[in-house]
T-cell receptor, first 112, second 115 residues
Framework: AQSVAQPEDQVNVAEGNPLTVKCTYSVSGNPYLFWYVQYPNRGLQFLLKYITGDNLVKGSYGFEAEFNKSQTSFHLKKPSALVSDSALYFCAVRVQGGKLIFGQGTELSVKP | ETGVTQTPRHLVMGMTNKKSLKCEQHLGHNAMYWYKQSAKKPLELMFVYSLEERVENNSVPSRFSPECPNSSHLFLHLHTLQPEDSALYLC??????????????FGPGTRLLVL
């Protein structure tokens, strides 16, 4: 079955520290991977995607994600977290037919 | 967020009411989607429209009825809902429906409470 897993419900980070939000996937064929962020009372905002090419993808707001085929992972990273990064983060994979399968979300909390 | 708009942002309705959610996209896209977001659960895809034709219906109860009059507008008509239908309903659009490389852009959602 095709799926996306975000193993951590919540990640807590101090401001200025690096952050990682984990995502692993299980798909047949080539994976097309996405990260979205959701701020309180808002819709999902697209952050970045991996289609092909360089395994390190850079996106909005200083975020980047590393595609690792052998580990079937696509972890979201940022070198220095901001309090304003506190939000709900969703990993998703696009499968045949264009359907997006989402993970359950990880709540990131950045404390001053 | 101005690319995809949704109205109303909040809705409270009784189980016997009929209401409609509206979504409008200003991105020139040809595909539109309805998702349901419940607490602590992954987003659930409800419906997909491509060029105004429904291409996917994910076993959604008939009390939810979508309508896509043109490629810029999408509605979700609601009638005789249940309390468990309370959730955030998100609309999204993309240039094409079937492309695996397509990025979907989301609206702000409608927070629905069914009493």
């Amino acid at each position: 079955a095709q799926s996306v897993a975000q193993p951590e419900d919540q990640v807590n980070v101090a401001e200025g520290n690096p952050l990682t939000v984990k995502c692993t996937y299980s798909v047949s064929g080539n994976p097309y991977l996405f990260w979205y962020v959701q701020y309180p009372n808002r819709g999902l905002q697209f952050l970045l995607k991996y289609i092909t090419g360089d395994n390190l993808v850079k996106g909005s707001y200083g975020f980047e994600a590393e595609f690792n085929k052998s580990q079937t992972s696509f972890h979201l990273k940022k070198p220095s977290a901001l309090v304003s990064d506190s939000a709900l983060y969703f990993c998703a994979v696009r499968v045949q037919g264009g359907k997006l399968i989402f993970g359950q979300g990880t709540e990131l909390s950045v404390k001053p | 967020e101005t690319g995809v708009t949704q109205t109303p942002r909040h809705l409270v309705m009784g189980m016997t009411n009929k209401k409609s959610l509206k979504c409008e996209q200003h991105l020139g896209h040809n595909a539109m989607y309805w998702y349901k977001q419940s607490a602590k659960k992954p987003l659930e895809l409800m419906f997909v429209y491509s060029l105004e034709e429904r291409v996917e219906n994910n076993s959604v109860p008939s009390r939810f009825s979508p309508e896509c009059p043109n490629s810029s507008h999408l509605f979700l008509h609601l009638h005789t809902l249940q309390p468990e239908d309370s959730a955030l309903y998100l609309c999204a659009s993309s240039l094409l429906a079937g492309g695996t490389q397509e990025t979907q852009y989301f609206g702000p959602g409608t927070r629905l409470l069914v009493l």
